[in-house]
């Protein structure tokens, strides 16, 4: 029997300055442990008059997680935050209650042609800390935990696996790995994994119980206790998940919440101009409109 309950393969949705890879959330799988929200950008090659211009907007009751592999991406928020995030860097940003950020091309490389390739990724908060005060991390390169075995090189992004943690400040027992292999191998990590698991083929192509498996797709286990599959050389994937929450969490747009009332309220206090303001920045995006099938029911 197959340990794979459903694949997810990337579909394109339009962030208004080009458009990325969305993985999730899925309407057959909503979430994968706390993860709730992951983004594929690029590879983008942005011409010297094209730019990500990302205005300010608001989060709440969650996390972001900016994982770069090529670029840079500049980073403001309503904390005074202001950092350049170059790849291989983590860049932890926790809404909590509120808290409104930026990321726009660094100036220096706005008239000039530059790439851009990466991961956004959203982790729920736990239902205690969803009101949390906001909060920023930056983790560089060389403080992530980083180890090779037999021609497979391991990276512990957040949060803990194979006795290491990672100094990323995460909420709930979760994992985001990176792992890349130089050789053709099986790996079995079910032992290290726990909750919800899920696998990204970023490039090259996996093999698991027959069947092999290309980039740009999300494969969710069924159990992560199981977790065994085959890396073929010059492959790089993403090992993500953890605890599920035992409540349901709604989003609309970047609100992340226990209950449809703390997005309803996120809302109001977003187009009523609530929310603290990055001084200095421009063009705040509007709260999108609704669309209706996406409505709660009442």
């Not at 075995?149 to 995460?170: H, M, Q, Y």
């Not at 698991?208 to 977790?227: D, F, M, W």
Request: glycine fraction near 8%; charged fraction near 25%; include cysteine.
């Amino acid at each position: 029997m197959s340990n794979i309950s459903i694949i997810i393969e990337e579909r394109p949705a339009d962030i208004g300055n080009f458009l990325v890879g969305r993985l999730l959330p899925f309407r057959g799988k909503r979430m994968v442990g706390p993860f709730i929200f992951i983004d594929h950008m690029g590879p983008a090659l942005l011409k010297e008059h094209q730019n990500v211009d990302v205005g300010p907007h608001p989060h709440i009751g969650l996390s972001t997680l900016t994982y770069l592999f090529e670029g840079t991406i500049m980073h403001r928020d309503t904390l005074g935050t202001a950092v350049e995030i170059f790849p291989n860097q983590v860049n932890w940003m926790t809404a909590g209650k509120g808290i409104v950020h930026s990321e726009r091309t660094p100036e220096y490389l706005r008239h000039s042609d530059k790439r851009l390739h990466g991961l956004q990724i959203w982790v729920a908060l736990p239902k205690e800390l969803e009101d949390m005060p906001p909060a920023f991390y930056h983790a560089e390169a060389d403080e992530i935990p980083t180890w090779h075995t037999d021609g497979v090189s391991c990276k512990l992004i957040a949060g803990e696996a194979f006795g290491r943690t990672s100094p990323v400040p995460v909420y709930s027992r979760l994992y985001l790995l990176e792992i890349k292999s130089s050789v053709t191998q099986t790996l079995r990590l079910g032992e290290e994994l726990f909750g919800e698991a899920g696998l990204y083929i970023l490039e090259g192509s996996i093999e698991s119980e027959g069947h092999t498996y290309e980039p740009k797709r999300i494969l969710v286990a069924k159990n992560s206790q199981l977790c065994e599959f085959t890396l073929h050389a010059g492959t790089t994937v993403y090992i993500f998940g953890g605890e599920p929450f035992p409540e349901e969490r709604f989003i609309y747009w970047n609100f992340v919440a226990t209950r449809q009332d703390i997005i309803e309220k996120a809302k109001q206090d977003w187009k009523e101009g609530r929310f603290a303001r990055i001084e200095g920045e421009r063009d705040p995006v509007p709260l999108p409109p609704e669309i209706p099938h996406l409505r709660p029911k009442k």
